[in-house]
């Protein structure tokens, strides 16, 4: 099967790396916007948009979105290449597989132009 | 997970604009649904991040085993629960 034309870096050692770094990214960026929503009960407008504002939040923030990304198109690439196959669907699993990727890609893409321009927007 | 990305983006995005959206976005969280939904999204998120970690172990070689693979998902699932418990404490 001519699958792997589809994943993020033709190379399945170097996705599985893409995937735990990004992992990593992800999960101290969420545990670290939950501490601080968690330790700061009576948050204001000025501090959180003042905590957007800084220059390493910004960076924070990019690199978790470029993390999402990435993270989001092996992972969707994985189970669609692991689910949607003639052997569970037939005939029309490649045309399925292909839609269901192009979605999550238009998707992801939305997203991170959305996440740009919010935090560009500040 | 695609849907709890847009909805947690919508929140940041109105709650940065303004004054006025970080207020709408309080009160848009302060409903019974909407609390609902953030239990869930942050949930599943939660509960991903700790099933990762377990990833991540097992990546160095440790848990995998038939015996210890078995007790580590039951480690993860007990942990989540407790997690997904503190979080409704929290929202509520």
């Given at each position: 099967?001519?699958?792997?034309?589809?994943?993020?870096?033709?190379?399945?050692?170097?996705?599985?790396?893409?995937?735990?770094?990004?992992?990593?990214?992800?999960?101290?960026?969420?545990?670290?916007?939950?501490?601080?929503?968690?330790?700061?009960?009576?948050?204001?407008?000025?501090?959180?948009?003042?905590?957007?504002?800084?220059?390493?939040?910004?960076?924070?923030?990019?690199?978790?979105?470029?993390?999402?990304?990435?993270?989001?198109?092996?992972?969707?690439?994985?189970?669609?290449?692991?689910?949607?196959?003639?052997?569970?669907?037939?005939?029309?699993?490649?045309?399925?597989?292909?839609?269901?990727?192009?979605?999550?890609?238009?998707?992801?893409?939305?997203?991170?132009?959305?996440?740009?321009?919010?935090?560009?927007?500040? | 997970?695609?849907?709890?990305?847009?909805?947690?983006?919508?929140?940041?995005?109105?709650?940065?604009?303004?004054?006025?959206?970080?207020?709408?976005?309080?009160?848009?969280?302060?409903?019974?649904?909407?609390?609902?939904?953030?239990w869930g999204v942050l949930s599943a998120l939660l509960y991903h991040l700790i099933a990762g970690v377990r990833h991540l172990v097992m990546d160095a070689g440790v848990?995998?085993?038939?015996?210890?693979?078995?007790?580590?998902?039951?480690?993860?699932?007990?942990?989540?629960?407790?997690?997904?418990?503190?979080?409704?404490?929290?929202?509520?």
């Amino acid at each position: 099967m001519v699958t792997n034309v589809t994943n993020l870096s033709r190379s399945g050692l170097y996705d599985w790396m893409a995937q735990r770094v990004s992992a990593v990214v992800l999960a101290l960026y969420t545990l670290f916007l939950l501490g601080y929503v968690v330790f700061n009960p009576g948050l204001g407008y000025e501090e959180w948009r003042g905590l957007f504002s800084q220059n390493w939040m910004r960076i924070f923030s990019l690199l978790t979105l470029v993390a999402l990304s990435a993270h989001a198109w092996v992972g969707m690439w994985t189970i669609s290449t692991d689910y949607l196959t003639p052997m569970a669907m037939g005939k029309w699993a490649t045309t399925v597989r292909f839609l269901f990727q192009a979605a999550c890609g238009l998707a992801m893409f939305v997203f991170f132009v959305w996440g740009v321009q919010i935090l560009w927007g500040i | 997970m695609f849907a709890a990305i847009a909805f947690m983006l919508w929140l940041l995005d109105i709650s940065l604009d303004s004054e006025r959206g970080f207020e709408q976005a309080l009160s848009i969280l302060q409903h019974p649904f909407a609390k609902l939904v953030t239990w869930g999204v942050l949930s599943a998120l939660l509960y991903h991040l700790i099933a990762g970690v377990r990833h991540l172990v097992m990546d160095a070689g440790v848990g995998e085993g038939l015996e210890s693979g078995k007790r580590g998902s039951q480690v993860v699932i007990v942990i989540s629960v407790i997690v997904i418990v503190l979080l409704g404490v929290w929202i509520w």
